[in-house]
């Protein structure tokens, strides 16, 4: 009988992730409110001086953990479940990473750049048999995540509740941050967890909907608006790949006419709708008001985004081919332009042009597609997961740098999670031809793995 493979702590790499952020914020004794202050300067920071040894030594597991697994890998001969995806990934390394320290204008070599090319190939070694261990950690970890946090508001609500928030859509309510470095990164914690939530529910029922209502009020809570439209797109695509199929051959079948004629009426009821909208409303009157005042005037610049990106343009001029180099926005390079706020370009695109010039910026779109396909491709073995991180990726890098590769924080934890279930589905296809699942390793927990749902 054949052993299946075990992923040896593989498992573990994204939890000890998740503790790590969220042991960050715990001993900080942070006052949410302040988190902007502390940016320009205007009030100490609050990070513990335990935290770098405490992240030498995770990095030092997580670097362990991962050298283990490619080195079995290699030792036992073992083919690499997407040599396209893997190699791809180390391109995108050298030209984002690599080529920016070693030729940027500012120089800069550091030996946490390595960890992600370390941690991010290790991943992209999973195999299906191995998908369930890691992906129920992973999703586990977020729910405590997401439980303590919510369970620290009646109790410490200066560390988890930013209550100087005036632009959410409830006046007055707090905005909840939790364990997560900010309200913005908790919303996509939220999100990602009940992604994972849908492609492996708990074995039990009641604590399934208990979990599904802990995500859904924490990612309420957040207030993140990116995060809410992405978790309705990848909710989209969710129900697309699982039921698609099936409501498309329910349509076209002629004993089920019922059906067509209902999503008929509907679409013409929404047309009916959006004419009377456009026709007997003052809508384009109440869009110019909403643009003159403030929360309309942020939105036309993104938040004041666009500041940031000429700066970065400005920065791409001066290297076009290597970029600036790894420290742009750093703590000095934000003093000078006289942007705390700027952590970042606030853009993928924009930060990656900027920061790893035009060798980078092409890299990167490279990488962007081949991902693209290669989730497109594996939808329906992954159950939709594989469609709904990649959106959530897309979603994310229009405001945010997702797919920065100079460090493991919390930006590369969806990353991640979507190169160990890329890799996954990938590593079915050199398996013995035998029929695959409709949700491929979408079962929940509780089943044998390898198991068809």
Not at 299 to 326: C, H
Not at 439 to 453: C, D, F, H, Q, T
């Amino acid at each position: 009988m054949k052993l299946l493979r075990t992923p040896g702590y593989l498992n573990w790499v994204m939890p000890l992730m998740i503790a790590l952020a969220a042991g960050d914020v715990l001993l900080s004794g942070r006052n949410l409110s302040q988190v902007y202050a502390e940016l320009a300067g205007l009030a100490d920071t609050s990070r513990s001086p335990l935290m770098p040894w405490i992240q030498r030594g995770v990095s030092l597991v997580l670097l362990l953990i991962c050298a283990e697994r490619i080195a079995n890998h290699f030792a036992e001969k073992r083919t690499m479940p997407s040599a396209v995806l893997a190699w791809t990934y180390v391109a995108f390394w050298l030209c984002t990473v690599a080529s920016p320290a070693l030729l940027g204008s500012h120089r800069q070599i550091s030996h946490e750049f390595a960890y992600a090319l370390v941690i991010g190939f290790a991943a992209m070694l999973v195999t299906t048999e191995e998908i369930g261990p890691i992906a129920d950690r992973a999703r586990d970890a977020l729910f405590v995540l997401l439980l303590v946090s919510v369970c620290l508001m009646p109790v410490w609500p200066t560390l988890v509740l930013d209550e100087s928030y005036t632009q959410g859509l409830l006046p007055g309510l707090p905005r909840l941050g939790g364990l997560a470095p900010h309200p913005v990164a908790m919303g996509m914690f939220a999100q990602t967890a009940l992604m994972l939530l849908w492609a492996r529910p708990y074995g039990s029922r009641w604590l399934n909907a208990l979990a599904w209502l802990l995500g859904l009020a924490t990612l309420f809570l957040a207030q993140s608006k990116t995060s809410w439209i992405a978790f309705i797109l990848c909710s989209l695509a969710m129900i697309a790949v699982r039921h698609g199929p099936a409501m498309w051959r329910k349509l076209g079948d002629p004993r089920e006419g019922a059906a067509g004629i209902l999503l008929c009426l509907a679409v013409m009821f929404m047309g009916v709708a959006t004419l009377v909208l456009v026709l007997f409303t003052n809508a384009g009157g109440s869009l110019s008001d909403f643009l003159d005042t403030e929360q309309g005037a942020q939105l036309m610049t993104l938040t004041g985004r666009d500041q940031i990106w000429a700066v970065a343009w400005e920065e791409w001029s001066a290297n076009k081919w290597f970029g600036y180099g790894p420290s742009l926005f750093n703590d000095d390079f934000r003093l000078a332009i006289h942007m705390p706020y700027a952590t970042s370009a606030h853009n993928q695109f924009m930060d990656t042009l900027a920061r790893s010039g035009s060798i980078g910026a092409a890299m990167l779109v490279i990488y962007a597609v081949v991902l693209l396909a290669m989730s497109l491709r594996y939808a329906r073995r992954t159950g939709g997961l594989s469609v709904a991180l990649f959106i959530a990726l897309a979603m994310r890098s229009v405001s945010e740098v997702p797919l920065g590769l100079f460090g493991y924080g919390i930006e590369f934890f969806a990353h991640l999670l979507l190169l160990v279930t890329l890799a996954a589905a990938a590593s079915a296809r050199s398996q013995a031809m035998r029929p695959q699942p409709q949700r491929g390793w979408a079962a929940s927990s509780g089943r044998r793995e390898g198991v068809p749902a």
